[in-house]
């Protein structure tokens, strides 16, 4: 065997933090096995190895995203699937395109040509021939699924980390801490612009409710960069319309909202096209919590006039439906006009 392969066996991976028992043992069993076919020359199975190595991590990460795939599943579909929802990590910043990323579509064509060779070349098939497979170009293989392997596992953490449900609970229900810059991380990981409006509403809300807390970090980079911001790529309408509502109420339904939060609101809106319903159902949504005693955080004239001239500002460039929801709104917030 050559050395190079024998190299291979000397390498460790680096368990992520959201690999259960089962997943991680699943992983180190297969890597065994190669080490096993390396020591006994044998290279069919070294190729097949390789494979389910790739097999076994792509499975988890698609459990991890809420998947089940079964043992029906071809290999092909469940790689490719995991792979592209590693891909869509940041891999240069902010930016999901470039170099880098040619680099990976790379590295995924020939883990698919892996999975032809094993096909071919590799274990798990009854042979009436002895398959013809050069040490090299196992070498090579190897060189291609080991570079894969510690190109997805530290991604993986990031990937679990940025599931909606994951970041909800780390923000209202766990109340982990978020240092500077890590809200901002999480939700380039969660790639909000290609959720569900449904999964960006809750994650805006669960935001928004966190920053209401005092958590002054959630705060800026979840809601002030937002309210600066007029694109609805970066934080998209339902991402917005959840920030809306959750600057006014908090998860178990009391009015929390102050002067601050609702000039706030009025600006996280504005990129907004239609309001109508969001509105109407935040002003709902006040009406019904308790206690709705609004005027005394309000009471003195100058606050007063800054809340009625954002609402005004709003209310001008709105069409009719949405500017009379506006209008319901201020007067719940016992704010009637000057």
């Given at each position: 065997m050559t050395r190079m392969l024998l190299k291979y066996r000397e390498v460790d991976?680096?368990?992520?933090?959201?690999?259960?028992?089962?997943?991680?043992?699943?992983?180190?069993?297969?890597?065994?096995?190669?080490?096993?076919?390396?020591?006994?020359?044998?290279?069919?199975?070294?190729?097949?190895?390789?494979?389910?190595?790739?097999?076994?991590?792509?499975?988890?990460?698609?459990?991890?995203?809420?998947?089940?795939?079964?043992?029906n599943t071809k290999f092909p579909v469940v790689f490719q699937s995991a792979h592209a929802k590693l891909l869509d990590q940041s891999i240069e910043g902010h930016n999901l395109e470039g170099p880098s990323r040619n680099v990976l579509e790379q590295t995924r064509k020939m883990i698919l040509s892996l999975d032809e060779i094993r096909n071919q070349s590799g274990s798990g098939h009854g042979r009436t021939f002895s398959p013809d497979i050069k040490p090299d170009t196992v070498e090579v293989l190897s060189a291609i699924a080991f570079s894969w392997i510690h190109w997805a596992l530290p991604r993986i953490d990031n990937f679990a980390e940025g599931r909606p449900d994951v970041l909800i609970r780390d923000l209202i229900v766990i109340n982990n801490t978020f240092t500077r810059g890590r809200l901002v991380n999480r939700l380039l990981d969660a790639n909000l612009d290609k959720l569900e409006p449904k999964q960006q509403r809750e994650i805006g809300l669960a935001v928004a409710r966190r920053g209401m807390q005092g958590t002054f970090v959630v705060w800026e980079d979840g809601v002030e960069d937002c309210a600066r911001s007029d694109s609805i790529k970066d934080w998209p309408v339902g991402y917005r319309e959840g920030v809306f509502q959750g600057l006014y109420t908090d998860k178990i339904g009391n009015f929390h909202a102050n002067s601050s939060s609702i000039l706030i609101s009025l600006r996280v809106i504005d990129p907004i096209p239609d309001i109508e319903d969001l509105v109407k159902e935040t002003n709902e949504v006040c009406k019904a919590s308790v206690p709705l005693h609004p005027e005394r955080a309000w009471d003195d004239l100058v606050t007063r006039q800054r809340l009625d001239a954002a609402f005004q500002q709003q209310i001008e460039h709105r069409s009719a439906e949405d500017a009379e929801q506006l209008w319901q709104l201020k007067a719940t917030l016992g704010l009637p006009p000057f």
């Open positions: 991976f680096e368990r992520p933090r959201h690999f259960d028992d089962s997943n991680w043992e699943g992983l180190l069993l297969e890597q065994q096995r190669f080490d096993r076919a390396v020591l006994a020359e044998d290279l069919g199975d070294v190729v097949g190895s390789l494979k389910t190595m790739i097999e076994s991590i792509s499975k988890t990460v698609l459990e991890l995203g809420g998947e089940s795939p079964n043992n």
